[in-house]
């Protein structure tokens, strides 16, 4: 009976393991704010045309199915800008526990992406306060806000 209950276990500890590696991979590229609710733009591994999802009453779900990169580009013009610019730019959200960040990159060199500071807020009643700066994005990819940026 100890033997079948075991091997119950570790076939379904792997068969979690083996779904949970199928998981697709993205990173977050684009953000943009209207009204209350954030679109959010994320480029999937291995794929040319982002994902746009909508996070809105604390739920992130697919807003629309695109098939061409100037669809996306036509209703979120800024994407284009952000990536040539220097401004901050903002580029994902992110809910931990109770508390809402919104994470922006400022491009220090607009031909160079790894001269980015990445600067994390905490959103509270409509404020907004400084919790976290980067210098890459390599040092927010060991960091508690690295989910916002890479999404399993």
Do not use: C, H, W
Request: charged letters at 30%.
């Amino acid at each position: 009976m100890k033997t079948k209950i075991l091997l119950a276990f570790t076939a379904s500890f792997l068969s979690i393991f083996a779904f949970s590696q199928k998981k697709k991979k993205e990173m977050a590229v684009y953000a943009e704010k209207k009204g209350n609710d954030y679109y959010l733009v994320r480029l999937e591994e291995d794929k040319q045309i982002p994902n746009v999802y909508i996070y809105s009453n604390g739920v992130t779900k697919p807003y629309k199915n695109y098939t061409d990169l100037k669809d996306i580009v036509m209703e979120f013009p800024g994407m284009m800008e952000s990536n040539n610019s220097t401004k901050e730019e903002m580029v994902s959200v992110l809910k931990k526990g109770d508390k809402f960040y919104e994470i922006t990159t400022q491009r220090k060199d607009p031909k160079n992406f790894e001269k980015t500071i990445i600067t994390v807020y905490e959103i509270f009643q409509g404020q907004k306060r400084i919790v976290e700066e980067y210098d890459t994005i390599y040092d927010l990819a060991g960091s508690p806000y690295k989910e916002a940026i890479f999404i399993d």
